[in-house]
């Protein structure tokens, strides 16, 4: 398309675009309301139900930058309706599902749909619309990427209070068939120019291998004690799993990781302060159980106050984007973080019997300080890249936000677990959302003062990062400053 301005079939390609990342974001925050539900419905218990969530971002995980490295190599459009066609599929699955194991299996499946979804939307975004238009394009993705993740909660309390939980997945039928349509009518091929680099499928399934055992290690840690002899088999195979991984990946022609950019110690550091805050931001799944456990509230008031942190983090993110923009990237993402840690330790002083107003108050330091760290930490990310590898740095902060979650999921749930029934002097394998209330929110309040701790390591990462950058840019000085004694003598 040579064309400027951008033409109805734009806004078409636009709207099935945005209706796929609405289907995904909605899941990713929709179900989380669900799982205790689940627990009660399926007959099942808090190690188990984690899974729902753990099968779709792991897959999400696995094959994003495979599936990226397809969408260079074959044509988007296809790929993406493929990745459409299987997350609508699996939707109607998992609505259908009889059991937790069912439920699971096609959790899963979704998840394969949604990665398809989540690597190539941009991708077919900024090679459709002119470049004229294209901020604007993507402005309203990011748009989109909000309101799913803020209307998830209290969407999925009003589903479950009135249809039941498997209309959680259902909604997302029509969205899907529709969507899929308008990608085969109006999005345009698009073919690659040319097909010289290669898929790292091995790198794909040591990376699959690598975090299916470390969830199912942390998870079966929850039921049977982390002394027990599988939880440790699947913990150690996952860092072996790791190390190949490292191997394989320096060896590869075309690796999913460029570890080459890992020698650009500021890159490092900021990714490493992304993937400990997607760490945190996963342990939010743990919420509904405390509003519903521990306060008694239907899941429609659940819903609603869980939008309190992605609202916050909407409202801020523009701002503190703009304030990047003018004041640097580091300084606004050092405060940011530095509000989290606040957050996490607001979260951990809740107390029984507390209001929702309260419950929100205690919240939105949390999402603030998200808001503030997020899209500076970005900019300093793709920053600190040389214009021809932005594609890949893009990648890798994908990557490292679905690591976050699947690793900060099932470790999240192994804190809670653990304080819960070292509250209450509970035996390893009693089902903690059977505890007593007190027992719930002593767990609660002590998974909240061990993540306000690892995002301490994070805000003194960005202390390490904002002198470092300071040195940098002094050391980029002084040459100048030398030139100019020398023109002066």
């Known amino acids: 398309m040579t064309t400027s301005r951008p033409t109805l079939q734009h806004w078409l390609t636009l709207l099935s ?8 974001t909605l899941d990713s925050s929709i179900v989380n309301i669900s799982l205790p539900t689940l627990v009660k419905a399926l007959n099942t218990n808090f190690a188990t139900v984690e899974w729902v969530v753990l099968a779709y971002v792991l897959m999400v995980t696995a094959l994003m930058l495979g599936v990226a490295r397809l969408g260079d190599l ?42 398809f979804t989540q690597a190539l939307g941009t991708a077919i975004i900024t090679e459709v619309f002119p470049p004229e238009s294209r901020g604007r394009a993507l402005g309203i993705i990011g748009s989109i990427v909000s309101v799913g993740i803020a209307a998830g909660p209290p969407l999925g309390g009003l589903i479950i ?16 068939i529709i969507a899929s349509l308008i990608v085969y009518r109006f999005v345009p091929n698009l073919h690659p120019g040319h097909r010289q680099e290669g898929f790292d499928a091995v790198g794909a399934l040591v990376l699959f291998f690598t975090m299916g055992c470390y969830a199912l290690g942390m998870t079966l840690g929850q039921d049977w004690g982390f002394s027990s002899q599988w939880p440790k088999i699947f913990l150690g195979a996952s860092l072996v799993g790791l190390i190949v991984f490292v191997q394989v990946e320096r060896h590869q022609p075309h690796p999913m990781v460029d570890l080459s950019l890992f020698r650009n110690i500021l890159f490092s550091i900021n990714l490493l302060m992304a993937f400990l805050v997607f760490i945190v931001m996963s342990g939010m799944f743990l919420m509904p159980f405390f509003l519903q456990l521990v306060q008694g509230y239907p899941t429609q008031l659940v819903g609603t106050l869980m939008m309190a942190h992605p609202v916050a983090m909407g409202i801020v993110a523009p701002l503190a984007g703009a304030l990047s923009d003018r004041y640097g990237s580091r300084g606004i993402s050092l405060i940011g973080l530095i509000m989290v840690v606040v957050g996490c330790l607001s979260v951990a002083s809740i107390q029984p019997g507390i209001s929702p107003l309260a419950f929100v108050l205690h919240l939105l330091p949390f999402g603030i300080g998200l808001g503030m760290f997020q899209s500076p930490n970005n900019n300093a990310i793709m920053s600190a890249v040389p214009r021809n590898r932005l ?30 029934r070292a509250s209450a002097n509970l035996p390893p394998g009693f089902e903690v959302t059977q505890a007593n209330p007190l027992a719930l929110l002593a767990g609660l309040q002590g998974t909240y003062h061990i993540a306000a701790f690892v995002i301490l390591i994070a805000t003194l990462l960005a202390v390490l990062a904002l002198w470092l950058d300071t040195q940098r840019r002094k050391q980029a000085a002084h040459p100048i400053l030398e030139s100019d004694r020398k023109i002066c003598r």
């Not at 675009?17 to 995904?24: E, K, N, P, R």
């Not at 209070?161 to 899907?176: D, E, Q, S």
């Not at 990557?399 to 819960?420: K, W």
């Open 17 to 24: 675009v945005g209706s796929g990342v609405l289907m995904a």
């Open 74 to 115: 074959y044509n988007k459009k296809r790929l993406y309706q493929i990745g459409l066609i299987i997350f609508t599929l699996g939707s109607l699955l998992c609505g259908l599902a009889p059991t937790i194991t069912a439920l699971i299996l096609f959790r899963a499946l979704q998840g394969i749909g949604a990665a």
């Open 161 to 176: 209070a009135w249809a039941g939980w498997h209309w959680v997945f259902l909604v997302n039928l029509p969205i899907g």
């Open 391 to 420: 594609g890949i740095a893009s990648g890798l902060l994908a990557l490292m936000r679905t690591l976050g979650q699947t690793s900060g999921l099932p470790l999240m749930g192994a804190l809670f677990a653990l304080q819960v």
